[in-house]
């Protein structure tokens, strides 16, 4: 076999480490249109229609683009003058993974085992009070770094200040959809607005190359009037885009809002008009028949957030419902305050053994249905799913090279013992990533970020998280229960 050397750059478009670019973030990121790459021997797992493998195969970028796909036998011929080619031997070539849930954050590990309420009222609302416009901007540096650095290309970000988390993509390279916390109801006006929301939209919706959207984002039916649910759909339908909310997650929360609305939450949503194929319900883990056929119905999306939902005791979302009625359903992992980490790989295996636990049944959410839910299901999810979330011609080259040669993830075998996807799924973690691509842009090389200085990242993120923690002091109620919670 020839040997390849492990990559070829022949551009001025990658950074190593020494000549990291880290005090420039708007370094120019853009590839030349017909700029080739060509990855040759891997195992390249396309979640196309067909679920389409190649166990020895080839892929080739050109520009932002997936060019061609192939056999390494048909494509190293077809494309033998390309300069730049990087070797794939034993390590899996699969679409960017798309995260459809998370909150960027700086309190990870400081709210454990908590009731979810305690755990709102206590800590994360008091931060949300305290923050400020540079600690989100920390905050969303540290959390799409994490998510590069573990092959997820795509991000469903809901959060504050978010022409902040805006830049902090802009310069990563991530692609991300931004959903402010909107919340309107009395005591929650240090939250975003609707008029904020719609500035961010106009401002933001569709930059840096398409890789930064903006939705309409509500925090809950808790935080939330039907005002503006209602100036939500407006604004979605005015600026085409979509909205983003969270659906239920506990079962008591869930039991007070139907006992509140009189008919269940997902019932208010439809009536306030938010249903629909633009719009993702984040958790749905309290959720009746009809609730899930209402979801079904008005071809609403969902972001399932198995780890989440374990963590804060909520349940065991009826994800194989969703699928049997063909709600595109993706993985999200929630934030960092509820997980606590952005790793999709982790995700998948939760959301696979949750299931099989749930309902006692070894064959639910197989390896092959899981990874496509942090795949392709995820796009579908976001309306995105004629860009990303698959490895086909046409489609963005976003992807990501996964080291499948290390101990736990060997033997690596083909044929009837073909095992890369349940390796994917069950074996794997995020550290295992080695290369991503974002728009046919090298984002992450030999594991190492190179777009921004994970150091520098991790300094001012310590830094931002201290002066946050000391301003959200004095907000922290002593005690708190579910009851004082005005619906
Ligand atoms: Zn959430």
């Not at 048909?74 to 080619?85: C, G, I, M, N, R």
């Not at 939500?232 to 600026?239: D, P, Q, S, T």
Request: proline share 3%; with cysteine.
């Amino acid at each position: 076999m020839p040997v390849f050397p492990s990559i070829l750059y022949r551009n001025q478009y990658y950074f190593g480490q020494q000549n990291n670019k880290i005090n420039n973030p708007g370094f120019d990121m853009r590839m030349t249109r017909e700029e080739e790459r060509l990855i040759r021997h891997g195992i390249i797992i396309t979640v196309d229609e067909n679920d389409t493998i190649y166990e020895d195969g080839a892929l080739l970028i050109r520009g932002d683009r997936i060019a061609d796909i192939g056999s390494d036998r048909e494509l190293a011929d077809k494309y033998s003058s390309v300069e730049a080619v990087i070797d794939a031997s034993r390590k899996a070539v699969i679409p960017g993974l798309i995260n459809t849930h998370i909150h960027s954050g700086l309190i990870r590990g400081t709210a454990e085992d908590l009731t979810l309420f305690e755990w709102l009222s206590k800590h994360v609302d008091p931060m949300h009070k305290a923050l400020r416009e540079e600690e989100a901007y920390g905050a969303a540096r540290l959390c799409y770094a994490e998510c590069l650095k573990s092959g997820t290309t795509c991000v469903m970000d809901m959060y504050r200040y978010m022409h902040r988390c805006g830049d902090a993509a802009e310069e990563l390279g991530n692609r991300v959809i931004l959903a402010p916390y909107v919340a309107d109801k009395p005591g929650y006006d240090y939250f975003e607005t609707m008029e904020a929301n719609e500035r961010l939209i106009r401002e933001r919706n569709n930059t840096a190359d398409g890789r930064v959207k903006v939705w309409v984002g509500l925090e809950h039916l808790v935080y939330c009037t039907e005002d503006a649910f209602k100036e939500a759909v407006r604004l979605a339908e005015k600026y085409d885009t979509g909205i983003h909310t969270h659906g239920e997650e506990s079962f008591e929360m869930a039991l007070r809002l139907t006992h509140h609305y009189g008919r269940r939450p997902t019932r208010v949503f439809f009536d306030y008009g938010i249903l629909g194929p633009r719009a993702v319900l984040a958790h749905c883990v309290q959720v009746t028949p009809e609730e899930i056929d209402i979801i079904a119905r008005t071809g609403t999306g969902v972001a399932h957030c198995p780890c989440s939902n374990m963590k804060l005791a909520s349940g065991a979302a009826p994800i194989p419902a969703f699928l049997e009625r063909g709600v595109n359903v993706g993985l999200g992992t929630d934030g960092v305050k509820e997980n606590n980490n952005l790793d999709i790989f982790e995700e998948m295996k939760f959301a696979s053994l949750m299931q099989k636990l749930h309902r006692l049944d070894a064959t639910s959410m197989d390896a092959a249905t899981t990874f496509r839910m942090a795949t392709i299901g995820g796009a579908r999810a976001l309306g995105m799913d004629d860009e990303i979330g698959s490895l086909e011609v046409g489609k963005k080259a976003d992807l990501v090279l996964v080291n499948l040669s290390a101990l736990h993830t060997t033997p690596i075998m083909g044929g009837k013992y073909f095992n890369a996807v349940a390796h994917l799924v069950f074996a794997a973690n995020g550290a295992d990533v080695e290369r991503v691509f974002v728009d046919g842009r090298p984002v992450v090389v030999d594991g190492e970020l190179i777009t921004a200085s994970e150091e520098e990242i991790i300094t001012r993120a310590q830094a931002d998280a201290d002066r946050l923690f000391e301003r959200r002091e004095p907000l922290v109620p002593d005690s708190v229960s579910i009851d004082q919670v005005e619906l």
